[in-house]
């Protein structure tokens, strides 16, 4: 694989990386980066050298303490997609199935659609394990402790698995922000082949987006959720 190759070592000096990136500003970048479900292109191959570029633009995000404990696993393989697949299918049906399938029932009555929000999640559900690559967001907890704060270990990682996902957009690419596999942590962990220390912050699937271009998302009253000086 690419990513193991000696010539990659450093992403950023790889030639014209600048020339890869779509022409907006940093703001439309921002505006127009979410989690991406029902556009992720299960089908088109994703070639690892953007997946690299995109994960040396994420090493450059702030991390705590000054120390770089962030970790990313890029799961391609067929049958560990799969794998992964099948426990994310599992998780999200145990958490959501019955409340989607409620959903469902009472949107048929008033004779409307199920919330698009949700079809999209159940949609993902299903084709989890199709996509072509899967970034696992990792950080390593050795030496520090789990009680108490724990803002500067995670911001260790989290900072850096958005960086990615702005970086793959700024390269043509789409990811999706998913969290449902924590709930299978221990699996994930032991087909991945964690360390003990290692603890997943984030599960990003990553493939080229179906249809041109991204809106920004609506967020109502957003404003109300800004506050001046005190809540």
């Not at 950023?12 to 600048?18: C, E, N, Q, R």
């Not at 995670?154 to 690419?173: D, K, N, Q």
Request: one cysteine or more; a negative charge.
């Amino acid at each position: 694989m690419a990513l193991l190759d000696p010539s990659f070592s450093d992403p950023l000096s790889l030639p014209d990386i600048g020339r890869k990136l779509l022409p907006h500003t940093p703001f439309e970048a921002l505006a127009t980066t979410r989690t991406v479900r029902r556009r992720l292109d299960p089908e088109r191959p994703v070639d690892m050298e953007s997946i690299l570029r995109a994960l040396g633009y994420a090493g450059q995000a702030p991390t705590g303490g000054a120390s770089i404990r962030a970790h990313f696993v890029v799961v391609t393989d067929p049958g560990t997609r799969a794998e992964l697949g099948e426990h994310y299918r599992r998780v999200w049906n145990a958490r959501y199935g019955e409340f989607l399938e409620a959903a469902r029932s009472e949107a048929a009555r008033r004779g409307e659609k199920a919330p698009s929000d949700l079809e999209s999640a159940a949609h993902l559900a299903a084709n989890m394990g199709r996509m072509p690559v899967h970034v696992v967001a990792c950080v390593d907890t050795a030496g520090r402790s789990m009680d108490g704060n724990q803002a500067s270990l995670w911001g260790s990682v989290l900072p850096a698995a958005w960086s990615y996902m702005l970086a793959v957009r700024s390269l043509g690419l789409a990811s999706a922000w998913t969290t449902v596999l924590l709930d299978a942590e221990q699996e994930v962990a032991e087909l991945l082949e964690l360390p003990e220390s290692v603890r997943i912050g984030a599960v990003l699937p990553t493939a080229h987006p179906l249809g041109e271009g991204f809106r920004p998302a609506r967020r109502d009253n957003w404003a109300a959720h800004i506050h001046d000086e005190r809540w």
